[in-house]
């Protein structure tokens, strides 16, 4: 059965960085054995979102509702985390500049299932797992919640009852 893994904005920035939290940080370790463990199988393919701003970020919608600059291409907080970094090589990383990726449907098109692991749950993530669900409701779609972290745990938790609703099936939840 083919299979996606979509790990989404593991970036510098949403794990130590501006927007960083406790709960992303602690969630790594888990993300890092499971790519380990995807890599000595191969039978996975792996695909990273790359959250990408430009300087202009604080004029755009996001940036005047989250005036936090982040990601901005090509700095230190938009580059994938270093724990992650030689996962990168074998997979494919595309930059997405809204939450959800407008190049994600297409990629994943031929799999039969698509799972996410990253951040945020309840916003990054989310919007990609129903963005996929709209395009193909015939696909299974997953989340590995061990492997995801919100902007706040309850926040996590809203958007995994969210995801369960639509009928995406949520794993390793504790
Ligand atoms: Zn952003």
Known sequence: MAKALIVVDMQNDFVTG???TREAREM???LVKKLA??????????IFTQDTHADNYLDTQEGRNLPVV???KKTAGWEIVPELQRFTKRAQVIEKKA????????????????????????I??????????????????????ACCAGTTPEAHREALNVM?????RIINEF
Do not use: M, W
């Not at 698509?114 to 749950?121: D, K, L, M, R, Y």
């Open 18 to 20: 501006v927007l960083g």
């Open 164 to 168: 369960r609703n639509c009928q995406c």
């Open 70 to 72: 982040h990601c901005v």
């Open 28 to 30: 790594l370790p888990r």
């Open 37 to 46: 463990d995807i890599e000595a199988e191969g039978a996975v393919d792996v």
């Open 99 to 122: 939450f959800g990726s407008t190049r994600l449907p297409s990629l994943i098109k031929r799999f039969e299932v698509v799972e996410f692991a990253g951040v945020c749950t309840d």
């Open 124 to 145: 990054c993530v989310v919007s990609n797992a129903l963005l996929i669900k709209a395009f193909y409701p015939e696909q299974r779609v997953q989340i590995d919640a």
